[in-house]
């Protein structure tokens, strides 16, 4: 788990176990845990250019769909406005042409190749407007920016612009005693204290329990997930947790 480097850092894994169990309410398991983000995304964008201008900044509260970045688009704008142009100009065609075949006045021929022409500009208009778009980046989920890599005027290759984290819900991380397996299953209830400024006591439920023990530390990963809408925990704290039965 990517917590576990942290963990060792900080001397909170000896190497006799990971475990903390304390002695409370009959079958509560007492653990340290560590509060993570439920995901980390590094945005990037599908085609390279420069970029014109940020949508945000680090710290902003961002939801899915909001826009991030935009690059430079006037190229792409213009062949997407040529591309409309061109298929308007197709339709008005066969629009003005329909009469004349109801009247025998032009061939069969003629009015299909009238519509396929349509039809191919309809698309060449799709498709300039589909890479139009693409130089406008938006978020893949609700979040909130947490770097911002890259500023205004600088190139976007292949490497990231900024990254984005889920905290809601908030992942809680726990290493267990492979002493602990079996006892500890999906569903159970589970109440998570973190370490000041947040402070007070929050319920949710464990969400992953690790079907692999590692060997070398005797060991398994747990995962609660806890509902956090107004953003009021913040990930990187530690905590403690205690599980329960369903």
């Not at 349509?118 to 893949?140: D, V, W």
């Not at 290759?157 to 900024?162: H, L, S, V, Y």
């Not at 000041?196 to 439920?205: H, L, Y």
């Amino acid at each position: 788990m990517r917590f576990l480097s942290r963990w060792k850092w900080m001397g909170l894994i000896p190497a006799a176990a990971l475990l903390v169990l304390f002695a409370g309410a009959a079958g509560a398991a007492d653990l340290r845990c560590i509060l993570e983000p439920s995901e980390d995304i590094a945005v990037s964008s599908q085609v390279p250019g420069i970029i014109e201008e940020f949508a945000v900044e680090r710290g902003d509260r961002i939801k899915k769909g909001q826009v991030l970045v935009r690059l430079k688009a006037g190229v792409e704008k213009a062949q997407a406005d040529l591309a409309q142009q061109r298929f308007e100009f197709a339709k008005r065609k066969l629009d003005r042409n329909k009469d004349l075949y109801q009247k025998q006045l032009i061939s069969i021929h003629e009015k299909d190749e009238m519509e396929t022409e349509l039809r191919i500009m309809e698309l060449q208009f799709q498709e300039a407007t589909e890479k139009y778009k693409l130089r406008t980046i938006l978020s893949p989920v609700d979040g909130v920016v947490v770097k911002r890599a890259l500023s205004p005027g600088e190139y976007v290759g292949e490497g990231a612009i900024m990254t984005i984290a889920r905290v809601d819900p908030i992942n809680v991380e726990i290493i267990a005693n492979a002493g602990l397996y079996g006892s500890i299953r999906k569903g159970m209830s589970a109440e998570v204290r973190p370490e000041k400024p947040a402070g007070s006591v929050f319920r949710g439920k464990v969400a992953v329990v690790d079907p692999v023990i590692d060997a070398a530390s005797g060991t398994f990963g747990i995962r609660v997930e806890l509902p956090n809408p107004n953003y009021t925990i913040p990930a990187g704290l530690n905590c403690r947790v205690r599980i329960y039965g369903r």
